[in-house]
């Protein structure tokens, strides 16, 4: 049983480049989550789909896009990079069910430099 | 926005003393998740708990939820070195939106 995948595993561009990181869940799952971690810090909540639609957002700006498939695997598109935004990009896989725990299991993550 | 509050933010100890890691917040969440993650490597889960007061324990290591579902601990028992890491509590909203609030994180390292 396939746990999350996620690529590339490191990626670097310059400045006002776009990137575009992909994720596949959790065999089963039906919820993508995407996180950003910068050094040192906890990850934070950029965006959640499901059903091929973005449910929720973080506090990140609309540089920051996403895409889920039919498949249930997403993508994260950001565009016209920030120095800032160098990270390690997490993805997270759950299933959606009528209640209870939803648990989130995470892929191990692109790492991206942007100089 | 929510805010998770962990302490110690590092922790260096001796192999098989005992720590414990603490997690506040001021918000109540339905659930509260602990992971631990490695250098260069995404969180993986250790433990759910839901429950106000609970506790539950995996092998060394023992996790409880607050009463009032605001705060979580973390306790380590005969630390090894195979325990370094960090480690991270996510509290999940009450309004069922199943995206998680991260603690700062707890850099633990057990020293052999």
């Known amino acids: 049983d396939a746990g999350v995948t996620q690529s590339p595993t490191h990626l670097i561009k310059t400045r006002g480049q776009q990137v575009t990181l992909r994720c596949s869940p959790k065999s089963g799952h039906d919820t993508v989550s995407w996180y950003q971690q910068a050094l040192g810090q906890g990850p934070q909540f950029i965006f959640q789909?499901?059903?091929?639609?973005?449910?929720q957002r973080g506090n990140f700006p609309d540089r920051f896009s996403g895409h889920q498939f039919p498949n249930y695997s997403s993508e994260l598109n950001v565009n016209a990079l920030l120095l800032g935004d160098s990270a390690l990009y997490l993805c997270?896989?759950?299933?959606?069910?009528?209640?209870?725990?939803?648990?989130?299991?995470f892929g191990p993550g692109t790492r991206l430099t942007v100089l | 926005t929510q805010l998770l509050e962990q302490s110690p933010q590092f922790l260096s100890i001796q192999e098989g003393e005992n720590l414990t890691v603490y997690c506040n917040s001021s918000?109540?969440?339905?659930?509260l998740q602990w992971y631990r993650q490695e250098p260069g490597e995404g969180p993986v889960l250790l433990v759910t708990?839901?429950?106000?007061?609970e506790v539950k324990k995996l092998k060394r290591l023992t996790f409880q939820f607050g009463d009032a579902r605001k705060d979580s601990s973390l306790h380590i028992t005969a630390a090894q070195p195979g325990d370094t890491g960090l480690y991270l509590c996510?509290?999940?909203?009450?309004?069922?939106?199943?995206?998680?609030?991260f603690g700062t994180g707890t850099r633990l390292t057990v020293i052999p």
């Open positions: 918000s109540v969440f339905s659930s």
């Open positions: 708990v839901v429950t106000g007061g």
């Open positions: 997270a896989s759950s299933l959606v069910g009528r209640g209870g725990i939803n648990t989130q299991y």
């Open positions: 996510a509290g999940e909203e009450l309004t069922g939106a199943n995206n998680l609030f």
């Open positions: 789909y499901y059903e091929e639609e973005e449910r």
